[in-house]
């Protein structure tokens, strides 16, 4: 009964190509979050979504791009990724307060 | 332009005795107060909150201190045991949205 899943947990893969990183929660939140954790550990937003709106968008490239189907699920597709790609990103969700984060899923891009 | 600040980026303490991480941040727009535990390969883990209407809040074995004058805020964990050795992430929220600022953590070391 997780409350805030992600999938893969790792994903290896080439410059250049496509991927993406699933999220689901089923706590009932309206709000998802995308964080990325760098190599100097430091956690930052990306986005974040209200009831499938799109209220957070932190400066990250256009080759990001969150899609949510329904409150329960943000997804970050990823297109033509770069070697400064290569970090540990975060799901998260929340109502009216305290964040929720999933376990991460680890990206090497080689 | 970090907002959020850990200074400390290790800690050791004694199992048994008082663990304290600070947390200092520089935006007087920050009004919600969080902390996060951190195992190796997992997400953060929701710990502890504060109001910035309050100056103290607790639970169970921590507490979290703020001082708004000083834009300061602990975390004391007491009594501190091996189960506690994790990094522990201080964030902020303002009160225009959800965005959390985080520190860049301190990672915790309790000792048997």
């Known amino acids: 009964d997780t409350a805030v899943s992600q999938t893969p947990k790792y994903l290896v893969t080439q410059m250049g190509n496509d991927k993406s990183i699933k999220c689901e929660q089923n706590l009932g939140h309206d709000t998802m979050y995308w964080y990325k954790q760098d190599s100097k550990k430091f956690l930052k937003i990306m986005f974040s979504y209200n009831n499938k709106e799109l209220i957070i968008n932190e400066t990250v490239p256009n080759r990001f791009s969150p899609k949510s189907p329904d409150k329960a699920h943000l997804n970050l597709h990823i297109n033509s990724l770069e070697l400064g790609d290569s970090a540990v990103y975060f799901c998260?969700?929340?109502?009216?307060?305290?964040?929720?984060f999933g376990p991460g899923t680890r990206l090497t891009v080689t | 332009d970090q907002q959020v600040k850990q200074n400390s980026p290790s800690l050791s303490v004694q199992e048994g005795r008082i663990s304290i991480l600070n947390c200092d941040y520089t935006?007087?727009?920050?009004?919600?107060f969080l902390w996060y535990k951190k195992y190796p390969a997992e997400g953060p883990t929701f710990l502890i909150s504060i109001s910035s209407i309050k100056d103290k809040n607790e639970d169970g074995r921590f507490t979290v201190f703020l001082n708004k004058s000083a834009k300061h805020l602990s975390l004391h964990i007491v009594p501190s045991q091996p189960g506690d050795s994790a990094v522990y992430f201080c964030?902020?929220?303002?009160?225009?949205?959800?965005?959390?600022?985080f520190g860049t953590g301190t990672r915790l070391a309790v000792r048997p």
């Open positions: 935006n007087s727009m920050f009004d919600y």
């Open positions: 964030a902020a929220r303002g009160s225009s949205g959800d965005k959390l600022t």
């Open positions: 998260a969700s929340s109502s009216r307060g305290d964040q929720y």
